[in-house]
């Protein structure tokens, strides 16, 4: 699994050992008034002695004008619930005293030898370091500047600097930086505006690059596109300029180390208990599901939620663009797409996955997003006796996932009659499970449908369960009611049967019905 990063380990002697290392190309920033000096954070002091700027390689002025004024903590537009551990006022002369302490610190610590220790000892270092500067000059500090001072130092070194506070936090989903000024975190569902602000689009290219160099890959004018992961899972995009116009633009979606269970959608008011149930019945006997959903909706969290109820002794395979998925049973193996090295070759696809996947004797297998042509082989898989596969796909209804199963084939280039995709459609895949996230930042299941067959040329499908919105309370938040839609006995029935899940499965459908034909009519 991966280390946290920030906890030393060889994982995270690597990543600060390459996060140090200089940048392979440096990319120019938008346009800095003085041509750059080799734009590392940190370029080695003999190489530029000039590089006084705290962490930076910005224009090589080494006025205080190259370093903004300290940021006035802006508070950010909207009322941020909690948008950030609250920016503690800096003094006035903040950034010239870290500027100051900086350049001592780079031209008395062998940053060569720092990239060769490991997280915890080159912070500790550091602070060692910092510390000392800051008795020998003889700077009148408070305890607390001093050890803002210190982190700040720390991060800019060793870290992503002004990101370090938001990747620390647990409740945060997303983090998108646009350009320099403007960050944004997704927290309880609501998108918020942060006041976290990097000192100018060099920096935050800086942080990219580092993030990006973690795994090996460079991000730069020539190549501004490019994925990559945190060393603690989380999932990062960076598109740069020239073709993010505003600026170096990061997207970020945190690594959940504590995944939600079923019960806790249950008390988030995701889905009733009955609803749960059919769920957990669904997934013991091994019916093939689809679960659909936009983004950030709750797809993954639903996909991992569904296999938990796999039985310990099946062999169960995952593919994955990165790995997200938390399975506990004992006989799991986790496969990982590959994007292209920096030659632009090796890469290994979502398809070739899937296939190879049926080559290793699966029980099941679990796709973490299907989006393009493998949709084909997680069909025959499904259709070849490997029930109780599982994928998720992006669409906003259950109809709309089956139309998009339909295009990811049509469009994977095999030219088969759109007859054919659909009837291979219908004998595969048992559920669909559609996940939204409504206008409040709620997220619900909305509906446990059923694929039943075709009429004509068109797939039929029963709603088992759906979320009816009712209305709005005074605060916005959405009112609404999940309900079993009437249907006695669903289509998987004798599934649940085969695994003596029958009884319960018609209590819960029957608990859930409500008096009102509307729906089911
Ligand atoms: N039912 C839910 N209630 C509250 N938060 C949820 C729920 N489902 C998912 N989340 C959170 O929403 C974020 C996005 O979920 P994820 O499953 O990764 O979405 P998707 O795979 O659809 O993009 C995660 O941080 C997750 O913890
Ligand atoms: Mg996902």
């Known amino acids: 699994m991966f280390g946290r990063r920030g906890v030393s380990g060889p994982t995270s002697t690597s990543g600060s050992a390459q996060g140090l290392a200089p940048a392979p190309n440096p990319a120019p920033s938008p346009a800095p008034a003085t041509s750059p000096p080799p734009s590392t954070d940190l370029a080695p002091p003999a190489a530029a002695p000039s590089a006084a700027q705290p962490s930076q390689a910005a224009p090589a002025v080494p006025s205080p004008a190259a370093v903004p004024e300290a940021p006035k903590p802006t508070p950010a537009p909207t009322p941020p619930v909690q948008a950030e551990p609250a920016p503690k006022a800096r003094r006035s ?63 800019d070194v060793m870290g992503f600097g002004p990101l370090e506070p938001l990747l620390a936090r647990d409740d945060i989903a997303d983090i998108m930086v646009n350009g320099s000024d403007n960050t944004f975190i997704e927290v309880d569902g609501k998108v918020q505006l ?224 759109s007859r054919t995709i659909r009837d291979m459609i219908t004998s595969s895949v048992d559920i669909i499970v559609q996940a939204s996230r409504l206008r409040d930042g709620s997220r619900r299941i909305t509906h446990i449908t059923e694929v039943m067959g075709m009429e004509g040329e068109v797939i039929t499908t029963q709603d088992l369960f759906v979320y009816e919105l009712l209305g709005e309370d005074a605060n916005g938040k959405i009112i609404g009611r999940h309900k079993s839609t009437g249907v006695g006995r669903p289509n998987f029935w004798d599934r649940a049967r085969y695994y003596n899940e029958e009884n319960r499965l018609a209590a819960a459908l029957d608990a859930s019905a409500i008096d009102d034909e509307r729906l089911s009519a």
Do not use: W
Not at 139 to 150: G, H, K, R, W, Y
Not at 198 to 213: A, Y
């Open 93 to 155: 002369d903040y950034y010239d005293i870290k500027t100051d302490v900086f350049s001592a610190m780079i031209d008395t610590i062998d940053l060569a030898q720092l990239t060769r220790m490991d997280n915890d000892s080159a912070r500790e270092e550091i602070r060692d370091v910092v510390t000392e500067i800051i008795a020998l000059k003889n700077l009148a500090m408070s305890i607390a500047d001093q050890e803002m001072i210190l982190e700040d130092i720390c991060n």
């Open 194 to 417: 942060t006041s976290v602000k990097f000192r100018d689009n060099q920096q935050l290219m800086n942080i990219c690059q580092r993030i990006v160099s973690q795994v090996g890959r460079r991000v730069d004018e020539s190549s501004p596109i490019c994925d990559a992961r945190l060393l603690d899972g989380s999932r990062v995009n960076v598109i740069a300029p020239p073709l993010a116009i505003d600026g170096p633009t990061l997207t970020i979606r945190k690594f959940k180390k504590d995944k939600l269970t079923l019960q806790q959608l249950v008390n988030f008011g995701s889905i009733t208990p009955e609803g749960a149930t059919v769920l957990e019945i669904i997934g013991k006997s091994r019916c093939n599901v689809v679960i659909s959903g936009g983004t950030g909706s709750g797809k993954t969290t639903l996909l991992n939620c569904l296999t938990a109820f796999i039985e310990q002794d099946e062999r169960i395979i995952t593919c994955e663009d990165a790995a997200e998925l938390q399975l506990q049973q004992p006989h799991v193996v986790r496969l990982e797409t590959r994007p292209p090295n920096l030659e632009g070759e090796g890469t290994v696809t979502m398809r070739d996955l899937v296939k190879n996947c049926l080559r290793m004797r699966p029980e099941r297998i679990i796709v973490g997003e299907v989006r393009g042509p493998e949709a084909f082989d997680l069909l025959q898989a499904m259709n070849t006796g490997h029930d109780g596969s599982m994928g998720t796909l992006h669409a906003n209804s259950p109809r709309e996932a089956l139309s998009r199963m339909e295009l990811m084939i049509t469009m994977g280039g095999f030219s088969l009659p």
